[in-house]
């Protein structure tokens, strides 16, 4: 079975700061994706970022990372220089490509406030 | 290029009543999901379309909930009849290949009197 665990509730930043949202990940599987959505107050989902099982290098995109440690099974986004805009629900989620049948399992999100 | 439409944004119903959502997912998209999205939750998966064949419907409610997917493009969510604890967000989603990243819907926000 696959389960994602996100331990942060709420996370708290200072605008320009950069902050890490914590996302662990259990699956037997070996090849499997790791994504991060974003969940503003409107509701759409909007994603962020994703990293392969097999991909070597940390996934970039802009002022969002993903600090990918496969042999913790851990799977952590990193935001740079926070703007308020960044406030919102944060969601990790994995894609089990055999055992989970490529469907998509969220974790229970991280609310980050970006502080002025 | 549009993104995944769905209405209606809001519905207020009372128990017992039906109540359906649509979807139209971007062009060209195979994938469909309906996800359901409880306060303060992730969402999680109600049913999977490739095309217009339900190839992972394990987790829908089949008692009340039921869902379409005509000619392989809109779908259609249903629940008869309504409970106080589908009160929710059902969120629907489009890929472009089964490996490929979601394209989320603004969402429709079912409230259950």
């Known amino acids: 079975a696959q389960k994602i665990t996100q331990t942060q509730p709420g996370m708290f930043v200072q605008e320009k700061e950069a902050v890490t949202l914590d996302c662990t990940y259990d699956?037997?599987?070996?090849?499997?994706?790791l994504f991060w959505y974003k969940q503003p107050s409107s509701g759409e989902m909007i994603f962020l970022i994703y990293q392969g099982s097999y991909d070597e290098q940390n996934a970039t995109e802009g002022r969002y990372s993903l600090n990918f440690q496969k042999a913790r099974k851990s799977a952590n986004l990193v935001i740079s220089a926070s703007q308020l805009g960044d406030s919102a629900m944060y969601f990790c989620a994995m894609r089990a490509d055999q055992t989970g049948a490529n469907n998509l399992f969220f974790g229970t999100g991280t609310r980050l406030t970006v502080i002025p | 290029e549009a993104g995944v439409v769905q209405s209606p944004r809001y519905k207020i119903i009372e128990k017992k009543q039906p109540v359906a959502f649509w979807c139209n997912p971007i062009s060209g998209h195979n994938t469909l999901y309906w996800y359901l999205q409880n306060l303060g939750q992730g969402p999680e998966l109600l049913i999977r379309?490739?095309?217009?064949?339900?190839?992972?419907d394990s987790q829908l409610p089949k008692d009340r909930f039921s869902a379409e997917r005509l000619k392989g493009v809109d779908s259609t969510l249903k629940i008869q009849p309504a409970e106080l604890g589908d009160s929710a967000v059902y969120l629907c989603?489009?890929?472009?290949?089964?490996?490929?990243?979601?394209?989320f819907g603004e969402g429709s926000r079912l409230t259950v009197l």
């Open positions: 699956t037997s599987d070996q090849s499997y994706g």
């Open positions: 379309y490739e095309n217009e064949e339900a190839v992972d």
């Open positions: 989603a489009s890929s472009k290949k089964i490996t490929g990243e979601l394209f």
